[in-house]
């Protein structure tokens, strides 16, 4: 092995909904976040597997106890099998990448991890204890950080990172953001699914459906302030198939996503220094996969309209670009930043 081989950087997204990794060898990998153990024996054989991840998780979850590691912007911590839950996923990313093979070599893995903004708040401990024997060096930084700089967006911009369980925002001042710099709402994609489960079980009380087929529904039809034509699906109401018109719940459970995203926008716009606020407006970045619902970008132009106007741009890649961050500023790192961690 030459002297540079034996150094991968890695870059990891932990989300509540997917994770991903890149690392500096080139591999890009995604995983659902879902991590499932066979209930029993008999689902062990069928299965023959001892845990499941991703959608091969998600698609088997009568045979498994499922558990999806984050909630809400914060790791869950009350079972053992939370704990576990959250260690199995980060293994499962670094395999994908063949991080222990690379070990095994006798090669130092420096892996950057990107948490959702409250998780690096309140589990960091544990976030560390998950990592311990994995990798050689850590460093843990918030997600929306990590979007901001795989960007290069580190001075005078925002990050919006509407995600699954919250939407975190980081203005970035040109250097380490602090609390005051970032905020975090409960409002974002679970919480749309949600309000769209509840607004439809209302208005069909027969209907039977999963929280995963809303959630498929919001991706495929979703929209803020966006004209869309009719969203029709076909769900099982009484036992009987039935063709349902959805476009008035989609719509109201979309777009009431758009006010409080707003509102701490803007809130957060006001705290800057009222020189550099112009600038910070006209370089609004939407991340996150909400990001792709038709119309988010428009309508927090439309909120910042009579604040002077703005600029909201929406990433490209929304799967990776936390990831990708992540690898950027493992890269950069100096190496007073590494954390050591014991094998
Ligand atoms: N095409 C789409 N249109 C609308 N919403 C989508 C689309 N694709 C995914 N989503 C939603 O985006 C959310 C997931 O976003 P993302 O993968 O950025 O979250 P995460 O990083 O896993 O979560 P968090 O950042 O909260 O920890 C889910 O609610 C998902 O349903
Ligand atoms: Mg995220």
Same mark, same amino acid.
């Given at each position: *092995?030459?002297?540079?081989?034996?150094?991968?950087?890695?870059?990891?997204?932990?989300?509540?909904?997917?994770?991903?990794?890149?690392?500096?060898?080139?591999?890009?990998?995604?995983?659902?976040?879902?991590?499932?153990?066979?209930?029993?024996?008999?689902?062990?054989?069928?299965?023959?597997?001892?845990?499941?991840?991703?959608?091969?998780?998600?698609?088997?979850?009568?045979?498994?106890?499922?558990?999806?590691?984050?909630?809400?912007?914060?790791?869950?911590?009350?079972?053992?099998?939370?704990?576990?839950?959250?260690?199995?996923?980060?293994?499962?990313?670094?395999?994908?990448?063949?991080?222990?093979?690379?070990? @095994?070599?006798?090669?130092?893995?420096?892996?950057?991890?990107?948490?959702?903004?409250?998780?690096?708040?309140?589990?960091?401990?544990?976030?560390?204890?998950?990592?311990?024997?994995?990798?050689?060096?850590?460093?843990?930084?918030?997600?929306?950080?990590?979007?901001?700089?795989?960007?290069?967006?580190?001075?005078?911009?925002?990050?919006?990172?509407?995600?699954?369980?919250?939407?975190?925002?980081?203005?970035?001042?040109?250097?380490?953001?602090?609390?005051?710099?970032?905020?975090?709402?409960?409002?974002?994609?679970?919480?749309?699914?949600?309000?769209?489960?509840?607004?439809?079980?209302?208005?069909?009380?027969?209907?039977?459906?999963?929280?995963?087929?809303?959630?498929?529904?919001?991706? @495929?039809?979703?929209?803020?302030?966006?004209?869309?034509?009719?969203?029709?699906?076909?769900?099982?109401?009484?036992?009987?198939?039935?063709?349902?018109?959805?476009?008035?719940?989609?719509?109201?459970?979309?777009?009431?996503?758009?006010?409080?995203?707003?509102?701490?926008?803007?809130?957060?716009?006001?705290?800057?220094?009222?020189?550099?606020?112009?600038?910070?407006? @006209?370089?609004?970045?939407?991340?996150?996969?909400?990001? @792709?619902?038709?119309?988010?970008?428009?309508?927090?132009?439309?909120? *910042?309209?009579?604040?002077?106007?703005?600029?909201?741009?929406?990433?490209?890649?929304?799967?990776?670009?936390?990831?990708?961050?992540?690898?950027?500023?493992?890269?950069?790192?100096?190496?007073?930043?590494?954390?050591?961690?014991?094998?």
């Amino acid at each position: *092995m030459t002297e540079k081989a034996q150094h991968l950087l890695v870059g990891i997204d932990l989300g509540t909904s997917q994770s991903a990794i890149a690392t500096s060898a080139g591999v890009r990998e995604v995983v659902d976040s879902y991590v499932g153990w066979p209930v029993d024996a008999v689902a062990r054989k069928i299965l023959k597997k001892d845990v499941l991840f991703g959608q091969d998780a998600v698609d088997n979850r009568t045979m498994l106890e499922v558990h999806r590691p984050l909630e809400r912007g914060l790791l869950k911590e009350g079972s053992d099998k939370d704990q576990q839950a959250i260690r199995e996923l980060l293994s499962h990313l670094l395999d994908l990448a063949g991080v222990p093979e690379f070990r @095994k070599n006798g090669g130092k893995v420096r892996a950057v991890l990107g948490v959702p903004a409250e998780a690096l708040r309140v589990n960091k401990q544990h976030v560390r204890e998950a990592m311990k024997g994995l990798v050689d060096g850590l460093i843990i930084v918030s997600e929306p950080f990590a979007v901001a700089y795989g960007l290069d967006a580190l001075l005078h911009a925002m990050v919006v990172d509407v995600g699954a369980g919250t939407t975190d925002f980081c203005v970035m001042k040109g250097r380490y953001p602090t609390e005051e710099d970032q905020r975090t709402l409960t409002n974002a994609g679970d919480w749309v699914d949600e309000q769209l489960y509840t607004l439809l079980g209302e208005r069909h009380p027969g209907m039977s459906v999963s929280i995963h087929t809303i959630r498929d529904w919001k991706e @495929k039809y979703s929209f803020i302030s966006h004209e869309a034509g009719p969203v029709t699906v076909s769900v099982p109401i009484g036992g009987k198939p039935s063709e349902i018109d959805i476009t008035e719940e989609m719509k109201q459970a979309c777009e009431s996503l758009g006010p409080p995203v707003a509102e701490a926008m803007l809130d957060l716009i006001a705290g800057v220094e009222s020189e550099y606020q112009e600038q910070v407006r @006209k370089n609004i970045i939407l991340a996150g996969r909400c990001s @792709k619902m038709p119309g988010f970008g428009q309508y927090l132009e439309k909120a *910042m309209e009579q604040f002077g106007g703005g600029k909201v741009k929406v990433v490209k890649d929304p799967v990776f670009v936390g990831a990708n961050g992540g690898l950027v500023l493992a890269q950069d790192a100096p190496k007073s930043d590494w954390e050591k961690l014991p094998s």
